[in-house]
């Protein structure tokens, strides 16, 4: 169940270190452009081409749009990074991770976000104490999450309307440029936000040209 709650709101919520929300979770964890960029450096990772061909598989959202989710492992389809029963990549967790039990959806015209509490088969994590929604947010959905967030929301259909005006012989053709961009070419040492925009809007120009 999925219920949206406001900033003031506090709710009873607190984590068991149980691993259970880890555990069958697969094709559930999207990876995003963000998320692998900051896992693959916490990791060590030489480039973004490690970090998904190693912990990651693709699929198409609607069968249309690349996209990356996390592989997951063993007979209860844990994620590939739970050891021992706790998160081995937790400072760096993916942002579906992160704003757990919440998720959230913006609002592209104002830039404002609309906040859920998502309510599953974990009952353990909804008794214990309040917490508030503004200071959870505030700690896990910092102001480089929530421009990153923002322009995916803003370019990403956009994108995909441009894919669907392309013949399908093309589409296939596109999708390795659709990859290389938004996933693939970030330098580690520099600022995410800046070629992740310039990434977005040079896709934009080369299927601008294609159709």
Request: glycine share 4%.
């Amino acid at each position: 169940m999925v219920e949206q709650v406001f900033e003031n709101a506090k709710v009873h919520f607190q984590c068991c270190r149980c691993g259970n929300c880890c555990r069958h979770v697969k094709e559930q964890i999207l990876v995003e452009p963000m998320d692998a960029f900051y896992m693959a450096r916490h990791l060590g990772c030489k480039d973004m081409g490690e970090l998904y061909d190693n912990y990651t598989c693709p699929t198409l959202l609607q069968g249309l749009y690349p996209v990356f989710l996390m592989q997951v492992k063993g007979p209860d389809d844990a994620c590939v990074f739970l050891e021992g029963g706790q998160c081995s990549i937790y400072e760096a967790r993916p942002r579906t991770c992160r704003i757990y039990p919440f998720s959230i959806n913006p609002n592209v015209l104002d830039g404002s976000f609309r906040t859920f509490q998502n309510w599953d088969q974990h009952e353990a994590h909804f008794t214990g104490p309040l917490i508030s929604v503004e200071e959870w947010m505030r700690e896990n959905f910092n102001e480089e999450a929530q421009a990153f967030l923002l322009t995916e929301y803003r370019m990403l259909p956009k994108l995909a309307a441009m894919l669907q005006q392309i013949t399908q012989d093309e589409q296939m053709r596109f999708y390795s440029q659709v990859i290389f961009l938004h996933y693939f070419n970030y330098d580690l040492n520099q600022s995410f936000l800046l070629q992740h925009s310039a990434n977005l809007e040079e896709l934009k120009r080369r299927l601008e040209r294609a159709i």
